[in-house]
C-alpha cells in the first residue's frame, strides 16, 4: 500500500493536527511541503487538492481530502483498531461526546487561541509589532474557555471521557506553540488542564510530531 | 422519554438540529430558550451547555451541545445514517470535508450577515453595519465560486448522494434566501438549484416554518 500524502508546512498546526493522528495509528506517510512564499497554495496544482486554496490537503490512493479534522477523522477511522479507537464511533455516547469536544475545540477554543498565536509569531517574522490589546481580548476569552475545561476536566481524565479521543489531539497543534509564549502561566490556574496537556504531550505521537516541528 | 432540544427554532443552530430530528422522525420536544431576556446564560441552561449557548440536547443521561455533533448523534440513532454513509470510508470522508466547509466557510461568513440583517435591527434596535455585511459578502461569493464548481460534477456536495453536509446548508440558505441578499445566488446556478432542492426536502420545509413562526412572534 502506497504511503498517504501530507501536503503542507510541517510547521502548520493544521498539518500536525493530521501528523498526529498518523502517528497514533503507525500509519506510513510522507509530507510534502506547500510553498507559501512561493504562492503555491494558490497555484492550480493544489487547487486541485484544496479548492480553497488552504493546507493541509491530503491523498489516500485515489481519495482526495482537505480540512483537517475531516482527514483525521479519516485516518483514525480506516486504521482504527481494538487498541487505537479514538473515534469510538459504534458506540453511540462514546462518539457523541468525542464530536461534542471535537467542534468545541474547533468553535471555541481554535478562535480564542489562535489570534496569540498569530499575533506572537506571524506577525513579528512580518516585521511587524503584536497587537497586545487583541491578545489581551484572547487571553480573557481563553480564562472563560479554560474554567469549562478545567470542570470538564476535574470529572474526567480526557475531554470525551475516560478515554483518550481526537477531541483531545485535536488541541495539540495550537496548545503546543501557546505553551512556548509568555502567556502559558495563564495555565498554571487550571491544574486538571495542566495535567491533562501533560499527559497528551507526554504520547510518543506527539513526541514523534514535536520531534519534526521546526525549532522556535 | 422524548429527546429535548433546548433553544429557539429561528436560531440556525437549533434549527439543524431540528431538521435531523424531522429526517428521522423521532419524538423530541422543543424547549424554548428566551436568550433577548438572558436566558441561555442562566445556571440552568449553562448546566447544559457549559458555553451559554445554543442549542442543548438531552436523550435520557445524556447531554450534548454543538449542534453538528448533536445532528450526528440523532442521525445514527434513529436510523438517518445514510446521511452519514459511515460504512463507506471514501463517502464518510467526503461528508465530512464538507461538513467542515459548512462551517468554516459558509457559516462562517453567513453568520455576521444574518447577525447584522435581522438580530441587529429586530432584536437590538440598532442599525445594520454595511461594512461588516460588505465584506461578509465578498468572501461568501469566494466560497460560492467553489461551491458551484462542485455542485457542477456532482449532484450533491459529498457526492451523488444527499447527505448531512448538504442540510447543514440550510439555516443560514434559509436566511440568506428571505433576506436582502439573496440575489447572491443568481451568480451560481448550480448552488442556486442545489439550494432549491435541499429547502424542498419536507423535513426542511417543516422546520422552516417552525423558524418563521418564531420570528412573526417576536
Not at chain 2, 45 to 53: A, D, E, L, W, Y
Request: charged share 25%.
Amino acid at each position: 500500500m502506497a504511503p498517504v500524502k501530507v501536503f503542507g508546512p510541517a510547521m502548520s498546526t493544521n498539518v500536525a493536527r493530521v501528523l498526529v493522528c498518523l502517528e497514533e495509528v503507525g500509519a506510513e506517510y510522507e509530507v510534502v511541503d506547500v510553498d507559501f512564499d512561493a504562492g503555491e497554495h494558490k497555484r492550480p496544482e493544489h487547487l486541485a487538492r484544496n479548492p480553497f486554496g488552504q493546507t493541509p490537503a491530503f491523498q489516500d490512493g485515489q481519495l482526495m481530502l482537505f480540512e483537517s479534522r475531516a482527514i483525521s477523522r479519516h485516518v483514525l477511522r480506516k486504521y482504527k483498531t481494538e487498541e487505537v479507537n479514538l473515534l469510538r464511533e459504534g458506540n453511540l455516547q462514546e462518539s457523541a461526546l468525542v464530536d461534542v469536544w471535537l467542534d468545541v475545540e474547533a468553535h471555541q477554543y481554535n478562535p480564542a487561541i489562535s489570534p496569540i498565536i498569530y499575533q506572537h509569531y506571524l506577525i513579528p517574522m512580518r516585521g511587524g509589532t503584536p497587537d497586545q490589546k487583541l491578545i489581551s481580548k484572547s487571553m480573557e476569552k481563553m480564562k472563560k474557555l479554560l474554567d469549562v475545561y478545567e470542570a470538564r476536566l476535574s470529572k474526567f481524565k480526557y475531554l470525551a471521557g475516560d478515554f483518550v479521543s481526537l477531541a483531545d489531539l485535536s488541541h495539540f497543534p495550537y496548545t503546543y506553540y501557546f505553551m512556548a509564549t509568555p502567556y502559558v502561566s495563564a495555565f498554571d490556574s487550571y491544574p486538571s488542564v495542566k495535567a491533562w496537556w501533560e499527559s497528551l504531550m507526554s504520547r510518543p505521537a506527539v513526541q514523534k510530531v514535536i520531534s519534526q516541528l521546526p525549532k522556535q | 422519554m422524548a429527546m429535548k432540544v433546548y433553544g429557539p427554532a429561528a436560531s440556525t443552530n437549533v434549527a439543524r438540529v431540528l431538521v435531523c430530528l424531522e429526517e428521522v422522525g423521532l419524538d423530541y420536544e422543543l424547549v424554548p430558550v428566551d436568550m433577548t431576556k438572558g436566558e441561555h446564560k442562566s445556571p440552568a441552561h449553562v448546566s447544559r451547555n457549559p458555553f451559554g449557548q445554543v442549542p442543548a440536547f438531552q436523550d435520557g443521561d445524556l447531554i450534548l451541545s454543538e449542534s453538528r455533533a448533536i445532528s450526528k448523534y440523532i442521525l445514527r440513532k434513529g436510523g438517518g445514517s445514510h446521511l452519514l454513509r459511515e460504512g463507506n470510508l471514501s463517502e464518510a470522508a467526503m461528508v465530512d470535508v464538507w461538513l467542515e466547509v459548512e462551517s468554516g466557510q459558509f457559516d462562517s461568513a453567513m453568520s455576521p450577515i444574518v447577525f447584522q440583517c435581522f438580530v441587529v435591527p429586530m432584536f437590538m434596535g440598532g442599525t445594520t453595519d454595511m461594512k461588516v455585511v460588505e465584506e461578509n459578502l465578498e468572501k461568501l461569493k469566494k466560497s460560492l465560486e467553489v461551491y458551484e464548481a462542485r455542485l457542477s460534477r456532482f449532484k450533491y456536495l459529498a457526492g451523488d448522494f444527499v447527505s448531512l453536509a448538504d442540510i447543514s446548508h440550510f439555516p443560514m440558505a434559509h436566511y440568506l434566501l428571505v433576506g436582502p441578499h439573496a440575489s447572491v445566488i443568481d451568480a451560481y446556478p448550480h448552488v442556486k438549484a442545489w439550494i432549491a432542492d435541499i429547502m424542498s426536502r419536507p423535513s426542511v420545509k417543516k422546520v422552516t416554518e417552525l423558524m418563521e413562526a418564531a420570528i412573526r412572534m417576536n
